[in-house]
């Protein structure tokens, strides 16, 4: 942790808070493209051990979020958007975030072992690190390709999920990964676009900071642009099916509409309406991956009703 200090206020912690510091609505993501995994997979689990699979990768990565919080209380304490979060508010201590995320790293990996197979639980430990150390103690602060690298923390999910089915890693759970790994950037760029601010205040070398909104209105787009495949492609994978290409070309489409709006746009235009287009841009990237992934869920569906 960095020797910037955090105000503490003296104060006693409520459930609430200790469940914030989990990052809950990352944690849905990571549950919901997890379970996806698990439900595409083709080898039939059974339910208690399907629901304990997902379970513990859920406490996995709110083991992440603790340690996050952890490590970036200082800047969280600079930057509006985080500032309320429990450990820079002072409702819970840096060093309980620190034990609580390294007991439920700990927990989780041991008890997936136990209920899948230890690919799995070596998969959500390389996760952990990977978040923990790798992109929050090290690229975050580093490079202004942190959130490009860094995102491969989130995009492994839906691998553990197939892993916890069939003890191995194929082609779907490969492309699976590539399409939370190249959504990653344009998503959390349109985000910095109209929160820059904050990371300026912060130190933070993202993008927008080190090389400017222009730099990354043009990275936005060649980003997505190289999404596109690969969302095609899972969706003529052997998980995908006609829900899922429909999904991929109707989703697609949109999200390159808003990267070359976004691309167009001068900096006078973006002050001038509050970059409006990048936050409706952010916005439908939270869809984006909710509605491409239930395509999945639905083409297996179909499958198992013999339609397809």
């Given at each position: ?10 104060q006693?912690?409520?459930?609430g ?21 698990l ?29 996050n ?21 002072g ?43 790798i992109y ?58 109209f ?17 400017g909104?222009r ?5 936005i ?32 489409a ?21 970059y ?12 984006y991956?909710f ?18």
């Amino acid at each position: 942790m960095t020797d910037a200090t955090v105000t503490i206020r003296e104060q006693e912690a409520q459930f609430g808070d200790y469940f914030a510091l989990l990052k809950p609505r990352v944690m849905s993501l990571v549950v919901f493209t997890a379970l996806v995994g698990l439900i595409v997979a083709p080898v039939p689990v059974h339910p208690f051990v399907g629901f304990c699979a997902i379970l513990f990768i859920a406490v996995g990565a709110g083991a992440s979020g603790a340690l996050n919080m952890w490590w970036d209380a200082d800047i969280d304490a600079v930057m509006r958007r985080t500032a309320k979060r429990p450990v820079p508010s002072g409702k819970v201590t840096p060093d309980e975030a620190l034990a609580i995320g390294v007991a439920l790293s700990g927990l989780s990996v041991v008890m997936l072992a136990l209920a899948t197979n230890l690919m799995a639980a070596a998969l959500l430990a390389f996760t952990i690190f990977f978040y923990a150390v790798i992109y929050t103690m090290w690229l975050k602060r580093w490079t202004p390709q942190n959130i490009v690298i860094g995102g491969a923390a989130g995009a492994f999910p839906p691998m553990i999920g197939w892993v916890a089915a069939t003890g191995s890693i194929s082609v779907e759970a490969a492309l699976m990964f590539a399409l939370i790994f190249m959504w990653t950037p344009p998503h959390f760029w349109a985000l910095a676009l109209f929160m820059r601010s904050d990371y300026d205040d912060a130190g933070v070398p993202m993008l927008t900071v080190t090389h400017g909104r222009r730099v990354t209105r043009t990275h936005i787009l060649a980003y997505t642009v190289l999404l596109v495949p690969v969302a095609v492609g899972l969706g003529l994978s052997g998980v995908g099916g006609p829900v899922t290409l429909v999904a991929a070309l109707a989703l697609n489409a949109w999200f390159l509409k808003g990267a070359i709006a976004i691309w167009r746009r001068d900096e006078a235009t973006a002050e001038a309406d509050a970059y409006a287009v990048e936050k409706r841009f952010f916005r439908f990237s939270l869809s984006y991956l909710f509605l491409h992934f239930g395509a999945l869920v639905a083409d297996a569906a179909l499958r198992g009703f013999g339609v397809i």
